[in-house]
């Protein structure tokens, strides 16, 4: 029982995470070393295989803020984005 807590503590963490810098991020290095500090196997959960591994793949170097923003973006489907933002807005309001 307390994994399944963890586990959804910490999904909901990666989930604000990758909302805040895709909605206001201004820190490219902070969020690739944040990328690569995270557990592997709750962030596949989250995204998918295909989508982490594309994510912990990509070629930062050289890249804007807006060009990464907009690959999280493009590898993420619409209706998870949607989803996390949801999540986000309705913990912002009740931590308010």
Same mark, same amino acid.
């Given at each position: ?30 969020? $690739? ?7 592997? #196997?709750?962030? /596949?959960? *989250? =995204? ?6 594309? +994510? ?9 803020? $807006? ?7 493009? #590898?993420?489907? /619409?209706? *998870? =984005? ?6 986000? +807005? ?7």
């Amino acid at each position: 029982m307390s994994f399944k807590i963890e586990s959804n503590c910490k999904m909901q963490e990666l989930k604000e995470f990758l909302i805040n810098f895709i909605w206001d991020g201004d820190n490219l290095i902070e969020f $690739e070393r944040w990328l690569y500090e995270q557990d592997s #196997i709750a962030f /596949e959960k *989250l =995204i998918g295989e295909i989508n982490y591994l594309e +994510l912990i793949s990509f070629n930062y170097k050289n890249k804007t803020i $807006e060009e990464v923003k907009k690959f999280i973006k493009t #590898i993420l489907p /619409e209706n *998870l =984005i949607v989803k996390f933002e949801n999540d986000f +807005l309705k913990n912002r309001l009740l931590n308010e």
